[in-house]
């Protein structure tokens, strides 16, 4: 398969990420307006952070009159799932050159990871397979661009945008992300442990139980895949011959 084909292959998968993305960036849009960022300034942040989650915990902070360093620490914090997204995909990308290895990782975020990682996870990496890296993140990018800036439009008439329930799309999104991801037990009890340690620390500040659910949820998982590696083949979970 060609270059061209490629690329556009990739644009076509992003498409159902799409569906999700868009609701929540004129979302975003809008409660900047809202916290009192320029047309301009709100679209910035959208092409130069380009981290949906990140940018939302930014303009609430503003929004409360946090000072650079708390918001730069906690928008860190909840960006560190990245270095895990980076980790998975580097066995793929680590034969590009350089010059494709700096916009793949500015272009990383969770929906781009769960198109790519399917891909390289069925075809590998061998080919052309960075245009159809590009194509996904080029097109994920350009739609959180333009329907920040649509948000953003729409917020400065429409100041309660926000509440119209748009964000349940990205949570939808973040289902079909998660789901197909887990099959079997050790990622499935990874994800229901991170799950539940998720809405038990919901309330600690700087979004801190997130980063212990990940972690929660990553021990759980690397425990029992250990387990089940270090069993013998033939030997059920209880260590017996079947």
């Not at 509440?163 to 887990?182: Q, S, Y």
């Not at 998720?198 to 309330?203: D, H, P, S, Y």
Request: glycine share 10%; net charge positive; proline share 4%.
């Amino acid at each position: 398969m060609g270059k061209g084909q490629e690329f556009l292959l990739g644009c076509r998968d992003a498409l159902p990420m799409m569906v999700g993305m868009l609701p929540f960036g004129l979302i975003y849009g809008a409660l900047a307006v809202v916290a009192g960022l320029s047309l301009g300034q709100a679209l910035g942040m959208s092409l130069l952070v380009y981290a949906g989650s990140a940018q939302f915990i930014a303009i609430s902070l503003l929004t409360l009159g946090s000072s650079a360093i708390v918001i730069l620490l906690t928008t860190l914090i909840v960006n560190l799932r990245h270095v895990l997204y980076s980790a998975a995909l580097q066995p793929y990308v680590g034969r590009f050159a350089q010059r494709w290895r700096l916009p793949m990782a500015f272009g990383l975020t969770d929906e781009v990871f769960a198109v790519v990682q399917r891909h390289y996870l069925a075809k590998g990496s061998s080919g052309h397979a960075q245009w159809y890296h590009a194509g996904t993140a080029i097109t994920l990018y350009l739609t959180w661009a333009s329907s920040s800036l649509i948000g953003a439009w729409f917020g400065q008439s429409v100041p309660n945008l926000s509440a119209w329930g748009l964000e349940f799309a990205m949570l939808a999104t973040f289902i079909g992300i998660v789901v197909p991801t887990l099959r079997n037990f050790p990622q499935i009890a990874a994800a229901l442990v991170a799950g539940a340690v998720a809405l038990a620390c919901q309330a600690w500040p700087y979004k801190l139980g997130l980063m212990l659910a990940a972690f929660a949820g990553i021990a759980v998982g690397v425990y029992l895949e250990r387990r089940k590696a270090a069993q013998a083949p033939g030997q059920d979970s209880t260590g017996e011959a079947p």
